[in-house]
């Protein structure tokens, strides 16, 4: 049995053979082919990748928001108690404790435009158009145009 060199097989058909590719050696169609699919396959996972990545920092200011304006929305509910328990006191006694519960309602009013501005803030930082994931899409866009070459 043969093997090695006295084989008859020439250098590019043992160096294919073993998994090396000569410089010299020019590639078939459907190894071009498959190698530009197998990229592809590569960059569609890093950017499905990428949009997972930055969709949770969008959609972390986009909770923060949320939770500002849950949290303004308690604040009017507070406004709405003590204003009610102002009007009621106000209503019932004319003492001192009706201003107290007046100062107080005026005082979650403000906490709550506060909280409402803040959340608004965050919703307004928010960019859900994802620039990274666009920007990367078109180059490879470009790449690929660049491979039909």
Aim: proline share 1%; charged share 25%.
């Amino acid at each position: 049995m043969r093997t090695g060199v006295g084989n008859g097989a020439s250098e590019g058909q043992r160096a294919a053979q073993d998994g090396i590719r000569d410089d010299t050696e020019v590639r078939s169609a459907g190894e071009i082919i498959g190698d530009i699919s197998r990229d592809m396959g590569t960059l569609v996972r890093q950017e499905i990748e990428l949009a997972k990545t930055e969709m949770k920092q969008e959609f972390s200011h986009a909770g923060k928001g949320a939770g500002m304006y849950g949290a303004a929305g308690a604040a009017g509910l507070l406004t709405l108690i003590f204003a009610s328990l102002a009007l009621t006191f106000l209503l019932d006694e004319w003492m001192p404790i009706a201003a107290a519960a007046l100062i107080t309602a005026a005082l979650w009013a403000v906490v709550g435009a506060v909280l409402a501005l803040m959340g608004r803030k965050e919703f307004k930082n928010a960019d859900l158009q994802l620039p990274k994931t666009t920007n990367t899409l078109k180059e490879d866009v470009q790449w690929a145009k660049a491979q039909k070459k």
